[in-house]
């Protein structure tokens, strides 16, 4: 079968789901909601998952992983004691690592192969994986969030991933691991304020139905009005590797709406029409 994008996904890595035996009752929803995600991401049996990470957060170039094996554990270090430790062990995929390096490069952006034998994953990457594939079993590439990048450039980098995926014939599911609204406060069970709720809706219905244009069109307004997380980048990533003049698309939102800290997160998953 011909490669591309065969899903397009924004879910949660709020550290305090990290261990699921310490994780707040009120985040079992969002668990759960990747736990579903992650059903119908290995009932389409994709080659391998692209996680574009919030946490991974590069200055100059975007970077792919092209390691064979990721191994290792994960600590965070924004909350080590939310997530003191997660052994992790998946398959790599460094021919799709690096198509995906040389087609943003193409483009004149900045970018580099990630083959340090020692890199450890974040955990905007391992947090939603553990879910989405508790078994390990699905080859994964990890992709940094570059912060100089500009949200046109982000789009940019999501067509990239999606013509790397076409030219060498994976078919790949991407996901943005990232929030939606994130005005973060302290407190672990606080809301975002309702507006920013409406806000998220609203964004979220456009993704769940399909509506990929006006999501673009809508995504720099939107992220500045509910401060999402890292300015939008990882969105417009998400966003770019989706072809909406080629392609008709549907989506759902597995499990509920959520809060972190102030944070409004969800999991949602566009498909192809085909």
């Known amino acids: 079968m011909a490669g591309g994008v065969i899903r397009s996904i924004i879910?949660?890595?709020?550290p305090r789901i990290g261990i699921e035996a310490k994780a707040p009752d009120f985040t079992r929803g969002l668990i759960q909601g990747i736990r579903l995600l992650g059903e119908e991401v290995r009932a389409a049996r994709p080659d391998a998952v692209v996680v574009i990470s919030t946490h991974w957060v590069t200055t100059f170039p975007w970077y792919a992983t092209c390691q064979a094996v990721h191994e290792g554990v994960c600590v965070a270090d924004e909350a080590?004691?939310?997530?003191?430790?997660?052994?992790?062990?998946?398959?790599?995929?460094?021919?799709?690592?690096?198509?995906?390096?040389?087609?943003?490069?193409?483009?004149?952006?900045?970018?580099?192969?990630?083959?340090?034998?020692?890199?450890?994953?974040?955990?905007?990457?391992?947090?939603?994986?553990?879910?989405?594939?508790?078994?390990?079993?699905?080859?994964?590439?990890?992709?940094?969030?570059?912060?100089?990048?500009?949200?046109?450039?982000?789009?940019?980098?999501?067509?990239?991933?999606?013509?790397?995926?076409?030219?060498?014939?994976?078919?790949?599911?991407?996901?943005?691991?990232?929030?939606?609204?994130?005005?973060?406060?302290?407190?672990?069970?606080?809301?975002?304020?309702?507006?920013?709720?409406?806000?998220?809706?609203?964004?979220?219905?456009?993704?769940?139905?399909?509506?990929?244009?006006?999501?673009?069109?809508?995504?720099?307004?939107?992220?500045?009005?509910?401060?999402?997380e890292v300015g939008g980048r990882v969105h417009a990533a998400v966003l770019g590797a989706m072809d909406e003049a080629k392609e008709r698309y549907t989506g759902v939102q597995h499990g509920p709406y959520g809060q972190s800290s102030a944070s409004g997160n969800a999991s949602v998953c566009i498909r192809p029409v085909r």
């Open 11 to 14: 879910t949660t890595h709020s």
């Open 80 to 228: 080590p004691d939310l997530i003191p430790g997660i052994p992790y062990k998946w398959k790599g995929d460094p021919g799709l690592g690096r198509a995906i390096v040389d087609e943003i490069a193409a483009l004149g952006i900045m970018a580099g192969y990630n083959d340090a034998p020692h890199y450890s994953l974040d955990y905007g990457t391992v947090v939603p994986m553990q879910y989405m594939d508790p078994d390990m079993s699905l080859p994964l590439v990890s992709v940094g969030t570059c912060i100089l990048a500009q949200l046109d450039e982000c789009l940019q980098v999501g067509a990239a991933i999606r013509r790397a995926a076409e030219k060498i014939g994976r078919r790949i599911a991407v996901v943005g691991s990232t929030s939606f609204a994130h005005k973060i406060e302290r407190g672990q069970e606080k809301w975002p304020s309702k507006e920013f709720m409406e806000l998220d809706r609203q964004y979220i219905e456009l993704l769940t139905a399909g509506r990929i244009k006006e999501a673009k069109e809508r995504l720099p307004d939107w992220g500045k009005q509910v401060m999402t």
